[in-house]
């Protein structure tokens, strides 16, 4: 008799062409690297008439719906490339569960012509005349510095001065440098509904083999805390899944994408308030989307796709007291307050290819701040909620979004 064991096995995510089209087919570039152990749940409805009977045994009982299934996992953050990048990053699959619980991504940003220091004064770096590209508003970008490297949201890429120039939406205490300016790929909040994904589970045994279709995030939460690696813990709404019984036991292979590294100063990672930097005990950013079923009896499950009909964004930050008026509140401030500026948090700034920023231009106070122990400290919790946002210069998004995430 085969044993197949929880803590071993591959799982695959891949966007589907339509919905009740499952992917088939994964290349090594889908393949997720989740928490272990990992046991996938199998949803299928019962369906039990209340039938007047003589004793107590059960009425009949007939098979329906396998909608929903509900699964979640959860897996460290990863980069996009273990190698210094050459070109835009593209989406992977970190990336593409947060853009399907945000609703937009793209990559753009890359160049050899940063020249550093802006010219004139209101420009905090500068390109080779006629190199700057008005697209890139809206973007985060990795930007030299002395010894490290920043990250920046830009707000505005003038391409009429000479040279070209660019503004930050939250300003940099790090002097920008000349040398290769690294654009990044960003999720970030619209209304438009994306396309569902196939998650393809394989266990350690040939025939552990289940495939999950239709589905969408109902929820991606990123969890940050000090000197822990980043993770990542997701919910997934699935409208069907099919046993297949073979393909499991998978060959060992190693994993594409690095692992963002542990949350540390050393690291480059780091939390500000309009260019204000300062520290957090744990961070948890949260994406969430409320997804209804379009049901339709024709369908295989009696359901043809989901829509979304909300989407919210927030971000949870636990912080000792004596660090609270650097976000510009105070322990007495009110839910709907503004705080003291944009929010922008990184996580390891050094390294291209293994950084990522979240980005926040118009946080406000979503509860009243609550206090409690750290460690025998006093701190305080603050929920953050994003506001509507029209401060950047670009007409095409990302500019002007109320929330984004970039990987650079």
């Not at 209340?50 to 045994?57: A, I, K, P």
Request: hydrophobic residues 40%; charged residues 15%; aromatic residues 8%.
């Amino acid at each position: 008799m085969a044993i197949t064991l929880s803590k071993r096995g591959r799982v695959a995510i891949k966007q589907q062409s339509a919905w009740g089209t499952p992917e088939t087919s994964f290349a090594s570039t889908d393949y997720l690297e989740v928490e272990a152990p990992f046991v996938p749940p199998l949803a299928r409805e019962a369906l039990r008439p209340d039938t007047y009977r003589e004793g107590y045994t059960e009425p009949p009982i007939e098979p329906g719906s396998k909608s929903p299934t509900e699964l979640t996992f959860r897996f460290p953050l990863h980069g996009f490339s273990s190698v210094t990048p050459s070109a835009d990053p593209t989406i992977f699959p970190d990336a593409l569960l947060f853009l399907c619980v945000l609703g937009s991504g793209k990559g753009d940003g890359y160049s050899t012509a940063n020249l550093g220091g802006g010219t004139p004064a209101d420009e905090e770096t500068t390109y080779t005349n006629g190199l700057a590209d008005a697209l890139w508003t809206g973007h985060a970008i990795s930007y030299p510095t002395a010894g490290l490297r920043t990250i920046a949201w830009l707000d505005d890429v003038d391409t009429v001065s000479t040279p070209d120039g660019a503004t930050f939406i939250v300003p940099t205490p790090r002097d920008v440098l000349t040398g290769t300016a690294f654009g990044s790929y960003v999720a970030y909040q619209s209304l438009a509904d994306q396309l569902p994904l196939t998650f393809d589970w394989f266990g350690s045994d040939a025939n552990a083999h289940i495939r999950y279709s239709d589905g969408l995030p109902t929820s991606v939460r990123l969890v940050l805390a000090a000197k822990v690696l980043p993770m990542v813990e997701a919910s997934k709404r699935f409208l069907t899944w099919e046993n297949l019984g073979t393909g499991g036991a998978p060959t060992p292979t190693a994993y594409g994408y690095p692992l963002i590294p542990a949350t540390l100063g050393v690291n480059g990672s780091y939390a500000s308030i309009n260019g204000v930097e300062f520290c957090y005990a744990t961070c948890t950013i949260e994406f969430t989307q409320e997804l209804v079923e379009n049901e339709c009896s024709g369908s295989a499950e009696g359901v043809s796709s989901m829509t979304v009909t909300e989407r919210r964004a927030t971000i949870e930050i636990v912080l000792l007291d004596a660090d609270l008026a650097t976000i510009g509140i105070g322990s007495g401030s009110a839910p709907g307050n503004a705080l003291g500026g944009p929010l922008q948090i990184d996580l390891a700034t050094i390294t291209p290819g293994r950084s990522c920023s979240i980005l926040m231009p118009a946080p406000v106070l979503l509860e009243q701040p609550t206090v409690q122990d750290l460690g025998g400290k006093l701190a305080t919790r603050v929920l953050i909620g994003a506001r509507i946002y029209t401060g950047d210069t670009g007409s095409t998004a990302p500019a002007d979004t109320p929330v984004r995430i970039a990987w650079l």
